[in-house]
T-cell receptor, first 116, second 113 residues
Framework: DAGVIQSPRHEVTEMGQEVTLRCKPI?????LFWYRQTMMRGLELLIY????????DSGMPEDRFSAKMPNASFSTLKIQPSEPRDSAVYFC??????????????FGPGTRLTVL | RKEVEQDPGPFNVPEGATVAFNCTYS??????FFWYRQDCRKEPKLLMS???SGNEDGRFTAQLNRASQYISLLIRDSKLSDSATYLC??????????????FGSGTRLSIRP
């Protein structure tokens, strides 16, 4: 079975450029999460969607960041304009969320972003 | 104070040793607890959930202490393949429909031959 798919796996761009990260969650999952990981700050939740609706975007650092989930099988995280401090690994994760305890989140392989 | 705090390590122990990590959380209403494992340059993966009564999965034992607000992970008979970063994870919400979980910064474990 395919897991969470992310693209690109690596992205090197120059400051000021627009960056778009893509994610395809596991089929049947109804929650999708975008995380950012750096050595200094660890793994931070940026935003999550439930049934394609953004539920909590309090982790989105600033207006330069935006995320969309137009349908159950696709989400994007966009940074415009990008800055060197955005350099990090960006993970997408998905899960099935229903009644009961939180369910396991399955992570994609991540996108390693470098902004020069 | 961080919502979830872990000793970053690194813990450097010989193969076969027993090693334990603790993790503290600040929200007393937290409902669900997990340990995830992350290998170098890989994504995090669920290692085990942590139940109130404590639970064991092979060489791994997880414990929850609600009174002191900490969870622990014990690894017995450690293997070289256990070398990884172990992330403590807490769901701070009382409501399961709010699926946000908080990750600790991780404890690095290195097993030496």
């Amino acid at each position: 079975d395919a897991g969470v798919i992310q693209s690109p796996r690596h992205e090197v761009t120059e400051m000021g450029q627009e960056v778009t990260l893509r994610c395809k969650p596991i089929s049947g999952h109804n929650s999708l999460f975008w995380y950012r990981q750096t050595m200094m700050r660890g793994l931070e939740l940026l935003i999550y969607f439930n049934n394609n609706v953004p539920i909590d975007d309090s982790g989105m650092p600033e207006d330069r960041f935006s995320a969309k989930m137009p349908n159950a099988s696709f989400s994007t995280l966009k940074i415009q304009p990008s800055e060197p401090r955005d350099s990090a690994v960006y993970f997408c994760a998905s899960s099935w969320t229903g009644t009961g305890d939180s369910n396991e989140q399955f992570f994609g392989p991540g996108t390693r972003l470098t902004v020069l | 104070r961080k919502e979830v705090e872990q000793d970053p390590g690194p813990f450097n122990v010989p193969e076969g040793a027993t090693v334990a990590f603790n993790c503290t959380y600040s929200n007393s209403a937290s409902q669900s607890f997990f340990w995830y494992r992350q290998d170098c340059r890989k994504e995090p993966k669920l290692l085990m959930s942590v139940y109130s009564s404590g639970n064991e999965d092979g060489r791994f034992t997880a414990q929850l202490n609600r009174a002191s607000q900490y969870i622990s992970l014990l690894i017995r008979d450690s293997k070289l393949s256990d070398s990884a970063t172990y992330l403590c994870v807490v769901n701070p919400s009382r409501y399961s429909s709010a699926s946000k979980i908080i990750f600790g910064s991780g404890t690095r474990l290195s097993i030496r031959p």
